[in-house]
């Protein structure tokens, strides 16, 4: 169960990390890296995800796992949105960055 606070953790963590990308009192943003933005656009979100997953292991009620079912489903939705804004935004064109073309949106090598 320990396992569920690492990953809550983690999460917050990615969201001072996303919190901190725009430059006080600018409009320009960065693009995430570290706490496992390298893999996947949504750290925070992959961290949610797996904090309740453990939570749904550890008391294995069916309550649970349609809990975690729907969380995915919503976060995979939100997900999609920023990793395909984040690739429109920083595609490498007028001097802008290239966002990293490896990168998932919520799962790692997968999706």
């Keep these: 169960m320990i396992s569920f606070f690492i990953f ?22 960065g693009i ?18 797996l904090s309740w997953l453990v939570f749904a292991i550890y008391v294995h009620t069916l309550g649970a796992y349609v809990f975690i079912a729907c969380t995915i489903y919503v976060l995979r939705g939100w997900a999609m949105e920023r990793h395909l804004r984040y690739k429109r935004e920083f595609d490498g064109k007028e001097g802008r960055k290239l966002y990293p073309s490896g990168r998932k949106a919520l799962i790692p090598f997968i999706y």
Excluded at 32 to 45: E, H, I, K, M, R
């Design 8 to 29: 809550e953790a983690r999460s917050g963590a990615c969201y001072s990390a996303v919190r901190n990308l725009r430059p006080e009192g600018t409009k320009e943003r």
């Design 32 to 49: 995430p890296t570290g706490f496992g933005f390298d893999l996947v656009s949504c750290a925070n979100y992959l961290y949610e995800v």
